[in-house]
């Protein structure tokens, strides 16, 4: 599918999808409960599917409830053989993985289209540590684990995705029988294994830490929680590029949205505020309201799924906009160094990137673009965001990439006063 976006304003009121960094934690933390899990709020992108999938690849029933909530209750028994299919989702692979082979004798673990091409290697060193043996391919998936766990303190080193951490956090919290050590030389996403921390202790198993650099699991310290539904809560990372959309063009008002969230990508607030936009918190609902909007720093090493809307939004302000923490965006659905790039390129915006830093020359007046996401969510949502602030309409490849996050993206621009056609390849 492709879609053609018209420029134009947005004006209205949405729900806030739901986060599907929560949304996996929360699938991730049923797995290690003896009791049934309800989940209310689970989105219906292709990650969360994907982790669901595992669930029932890992004994667990998984049952749709008639107020749309959703029930994990645990198997009798694990096979001795499993196969994960993580589809193309990262955090399945690195979060589920070490949850999987604690209890299964053999384990094969694969997914679909880039995952295939990310980086693993940590995640086969990790549970190297924990004594199982690890085969993988060259560093990438597919990857088969076996044997059984040595449970002892970890040293992760300098592994620098903060899902190998949370893996090996979640692993260890279902199934370590003493007091165990996991520590790391180098964290980044610190707000994403907040994220982790706080979704363990809703669960019951409250991990200590000093600063990210040492983490107690200590089962002593659990304690079953009230067995009451967990709700996920709305996702800032597919927020932020409606709320980039109000600030560039109109009003929107996000609802479902914690403003006190553990969520890495809630930084978008920040950086609005410093951008000039204006912006009001009631509850759960976050409105932002357009305004003339300046350039702007900011560092994005620990927020990197940001990096392609604060391109959009820099695009949009007046000067010279720094966006820092490119070395974070190799390794994502696509090389975001060069996909956010070329977008910049094709939409006629100014910009250069010199070392870590990505400069963006802000303006007013876009070319008419024909963009290429390369498969990338993330790309095609901001690229439809950009088209928003055109001269004409924009064109996107393969734009049905977004289900991987947010399936109803284009619905909910809709929905807000935004033209959006959709199409079967070039026409």
């Not at 951490?165 to 370590?176: E, R």
């Not at 809630?266 to 609005?272: G, K, Q, S, W």
Request: aromatic share 6%; charged share 20%.
């Amino acid at each position: 599918m492709w879609a053609v976006v018209e420029p134009g304003s947005l004006r209205g009121t949405v729900q806030a999808p739901p986060s599907k960094s929560y949304g996996q934690r929360a699938i991730a933390a049923a797995l290690l409960m003896p009791t049934p899990t309800i989940l209310v709020g689970l989105g219906a992108d292709n990650d969360t599917r994907a982790a669901l999938g595992i669930a029932e690849a890992l004994g667990c029933t998984v049952s749709s409830l008639t107020d749309g909530s959703v029930e994990i209750r645990p198997g009798s028994r694990v096979p001795e053989q499993v196969v994960l299919d993580c589809g193309e989702s990262g955090l399945a692979a690195r979060l589920f993985t070490p949850i999987a082979a604690m209890r299964c004798p053999v384990l094969s673990v694969s997914g679909h289209g880039s995952l295939l091409q990310r980086p693993m290697g940590g995640l086969g060193r990790t549970l190297t540590q924990l004594g199982f043996a690890v085969q993988d391919n060259h560093g990438r998936l597919p990857l088969r684990v076996t044997g059984t766990p040595s449970f002892k303190d970890i040293d992760l080193g300098t592994e620098s995705s903060s899902q190998y951490l949370t893996g090996i956090l979640f692993a260890l919290a279902g199934n370590a029988d003493r007091r165990i050590a996991v520590r790391t030389a180098h964290v980044v996403s610190k707000p994403y294994i907040d994220l982790s921390l706080q979704v363990l202790e809703r669960f019951g198993f409250p991990v200590a830490t000093a600063g990210y650099s040492e983490f107690i699991i200590n089962p002593a310290s659990f304690a079953p929680p009230p067995q009451q539904p967990v709700v996920v809560e709305g996702d800032w990372s597919s927020a932020a590029f409606l709320l980039v959309a109000g600030a560039l063009t109109g009003k929107v008002t996000l609802e479902g949205l914690n403003p006190n969230s553990a969520q890495a990508d809630r930084n978008i607030l920040e950086v609005l505020r410093i951008a000039g936009a204006r912006i009001s918190i009631l509850d759960d609902s976050i409105t932002v309201d357009g305004a003339q909007l300046d350039a702007f720093e900011t560092d994005a090493t620990h927020c990197p799924d940001l990096f392609p809307i604060l391109a959009v939004l820099a695009a949009g302000c007046r000067g010279e906009s720094e966006i820092r923490g490119l070395h974070r965006l190799f390794d994502k659905e696509s090389n975001r160094v060069e996909s956010i790039g070329e977008m910049l390129l094709r939409f006629g915006v100014g910009f250069s990137m010199d070392n870590d830093v990505l400069y963006i020359k802000g303006q007013r007046g876009r070319l008419p673009a024909e963009i290429d996401p390369y498969n990338d969510h993330r790309i095609a949502m901001a690229a439809a965001v950009m088209a928003l602030t055109g001269a004409k309409c924009t064109t996107i490849k393969d734009a049905d990439c977004i289900s991987k996050s947010y399936p109803a993206f284009f619905e909910d621009l809709r929905t807000l006063g935004a033209n959006v056609r959709y199409m079967h390849g070039r026409q």
